[in-house]
């Protein structure tokens, strides 16, 4: 069975930090492509920042320069450290996990973790 368990997630003033984490289960993360996603009541859940098993990463553009995706595989668990936190971050915040080749394609989900940012 798969996994995606985040944590981290809670209450900051605005200019605070939080990092968040996402262990897996069941599954090799290392090849797979990871994904930090949030949504904020409201509105579409969107892409916040990516890192592909190659380790190449991309971020939203409100998010560059303050938001940096990282990855364990030994410990096989991918983590966002937000710096400068702004109450526009406040959303839940979800880990995915997308492995595709030609045949096959994995799409996994967890379960989220709040951030509220306070002004």
């Known amino acids: 069975q798969v996994q995606l368990v985040e944590s981290g997630g809670g209450l900051v003033q605005a200019g605070g930090s939080l990092r968040l984490s996402c262990a897996a289960s069941?599954?090799?993360?290392?090849?797979?492509?990871m994904g930090w996603y949030r949504q904020a009541p409201g509105k579409q859940r969107e892409l916040v920042a990516g890192?592909?098993?190659?380790?190449?990463?991309n971020y939203a553009d409100s998010v560059k320069g303050r938001f940096t995706i990282s990855r364990d595989n030994a410990k096989n668990t991918v983590y966002l450290q937000m710096n400068g936190l702004k109450p526009d971050d406040t959303a839940v915040y979800y880990c995915?996990?997308?492995?595709?080749?030609?045949?096959?394609?994995?799409?996994?989900w967890g379960q989220g973790t709040q951030v509220t940012v306070s002004s």
């Open positions: 995915n996990a997308v492995f595709s080749t030609s045949l096959v394609k994995r799409d996994y």
């Open positions: 890192i592909t098993s190659a380790g190449v990463t």
């Open positions: 069941g599954i090799i993360l290392s090849i797979y492509h």
